[in-house]
């Protein structure tokens, strides 16, 4: 259920920033806004919510440390998103082993190929040449939105969309940039924990009535607060 969408000619630098800033996500050629999604695509909705990472703030934990050494022997690069053969097979291995919804091609999610309009990189792993996952993001100005992370269900035990987000922490480090956006999240159902694992106290959330960013540990007490 969408609540707002438009199609923006350009989505780059701070422009990039500023959408993020206000609540807003990118899916394909969209830009929108919503407050509940049909997250397992049963007609299921949720209540979902807007993350992001205050990178200066995140304290990497030992297990977030112990899994960027348990992938140190892996192949990583990061260039210019562009879709391949390679990555549509290792995309279409991934849907097929997912207990979510999804973009079922990578087409739907990415209608803009040739970073016309947003300024798109793809993070590629790779095990002695072979792709074995994938995160792709947009980069503005002073911050990065997550769109997607994509691995080989047989590279499963090295949780490597957690260690793509690792990377993706890392890479903000290395830009200097202020926030990662992972996307969305809801309180209401275990499928999205993952996206705060970083460090839920440097995690904030966004509130699109107040159209303000708080603390995730305020929002958790918030929640508690609520009248069942």
């Not at 397992?40 to 050494?69: C, H, I, Q």
Request: hydrophobic share 35%; net charge negative; with cysteine.
């Amino acid at each position: 259920m969408i609540d707002d969408i438009y199609i923006p000619e350009n989505a780059k630098g701070e422009i990039l920033d500023n959408i993020l800033e206000n609540g807003w996500y990118r899916t394909g050629r969209f830009i929108f806004t919503t407050q509940l999604l049909d997250v397992l695509g049963d007609e299921s909705f949720f209540n979902v919510y807007w993350l992001r990472y205050d990178v200066p703030k995140v304290v990497p934990t030992a297990k977030n440390r112990k899994l960027t050494e348990a992938g140190a022997h892996f192949t990583k690069t990061i260039r210019p998103f562009s879709i391949t053969d390679e990555l549509q097979e290792l995309h279409t291995r991934y849907v097929c082993n997912l207990s979510f919804k999804t973009a079922e091609t990578l087409e739907s999610l990415f209608f803009y190929k040739d970073n016309e309009v947003f300024d798109t990189y793809i993070i590629e792993i790779r095990d002695n040449g072979k792709l074995i996952a994938a995160g792709i993001f947009d980069k503005g100005l002073n911050s990065i939105q997550g769109l997607i992370n994509i691995y080989d269900p047989e590279y499963k035990k090295y949780s490597p969309g957690r260690f793509l987000m690792m990377l993706k922490y890392n890479y903000c480090l290395e830009h200097n940039l202020t926030y990662y956006y992972p996307g969305y999240y809801t309180p209401d159902h275990p499928v999205f924990d993952y996206k705060l694992f970083l460090d839920k106290s440097a995690t904030e959330v966004f509130l699109p009535i107040y159209r303000v960013w708080i603390p995730y540990p305020l929002f958790i007490k918030l929640l508690e607060e609520v009248p069942q």
